[in-house]
């Protein structure tokens, strides 16, 4: 069965970056693009942004360009989002989801802090 | 980019009883290859969103056939025939026509 697996929950400090993993199994990894999405309680939910696995070929929400960057590993079908100069306003849970949005990780939270 | 409007944001229902959840975009959500790309999505406590219903009316695989969805060009409807316990949660509209892809603000569906 289709499975997403996210990275833990991160704790991190204004100013730096993590990177968020979504390693995915029981499927063909290149056949669907996958998406990126931010849940706040108070912006709801937002589209980060699209990468094709096959191509490594992005697509991104004008909002969070230089702040998001996709990238995927097909030896280990780990898709990945690097997440910039972190702000206490990019603290949310963090989703990445299988195009066309069948199929979701349990998300990983990210709280950034000092 | 395309807003979603979701009404009501809150819903309150009985065991048995039917009800609907409008959503209405900005703008025409009919693509040019002649698809409406507008799902719904039920994102139950402490879960992940699910995805319920694509392209307007189609029932995803393993969703319940109480669950239906209608609508087009800007208005659309998500309909539950007969609630049952398991469906509370909040559920969103989320348009792929148009980039970026959206997502409505939501409505929260609370058993009595």
């Known amino acids: 069965q289709v499975q997403l697996q996210q990275s833990g929950a991160e704790l991190v400090k204004p100013g730096t970056s993590v990177k968020l993993s979504c390693k995915a199994s029981?499927?063909?990894?290149?056949?669907?693009?996958m998406n990126w999405i931010k849940q706040t309680t108070g912006q709801g939910l937002e589209w980060i942004g699209i990468?094709?696995?096959?191509?490594?070929?992005?697509s991104y929400n004008v909002k969070f360009k230089g702040k998001a960057t996709l990238t995927v590993d097909k030896s280990s079908s780990t898709a990945f989002m690097q997440l910039s100069s972190l702000t206490p306003e990019d603290s949310a849970v963090y989703y990445c989801?299988?195009?066309?949005?069948?199929?979701w990780g349990q998300g990983t939270l990210v709280t950034v802090s000092s | 980019d395309v807003v979603l409007t979701q009404t009501p944001p809150t819903l309150s229902a009985t065991i048995g009883q039917s009800v609907s959840i409008s959503c209405r975009s900005s703008?025409?959500?009919?693509?040019?290859?002649?698809?409406?790309?507008l799902h719904w999505l039920l994102q139950r406590p402490g879960q992940s969103p699910q995805l319920l219903i694509y392209?307007?009316?189609r029932l995803e695989s393993g969703v319940p056939n109480r669950f239906s969805g209608s609508g087009s060009g800007t208005d659309f409807t998500l309909k539950i025939s007969g609630v049952e316990a398991e469906d509370l949660g909040v559920y969103y509209c989320?348009?792929?026509?148009?980039?970026?892809?959206?997502f409505g603000s939501g409505t929260k569906l609370e058993i009595k």
């Open positions: 989801a299988r195009a066309p949005l069948a199929y």
């Open positions: 029981g499927y063909t990894f290149t056949s669907n693009h």
């Open positions: 990468i094709n696995p096959g191509s490594g070929g992005t």
């Open positions: 703008q025409s959500l009919l693509h040019s290859n002649g698809n409406t790309y």
């Open positions: 392209s307007v009316s």
């Open positions: 989320v348009q792929g026509t148009h980039a970026p892809l959206t």
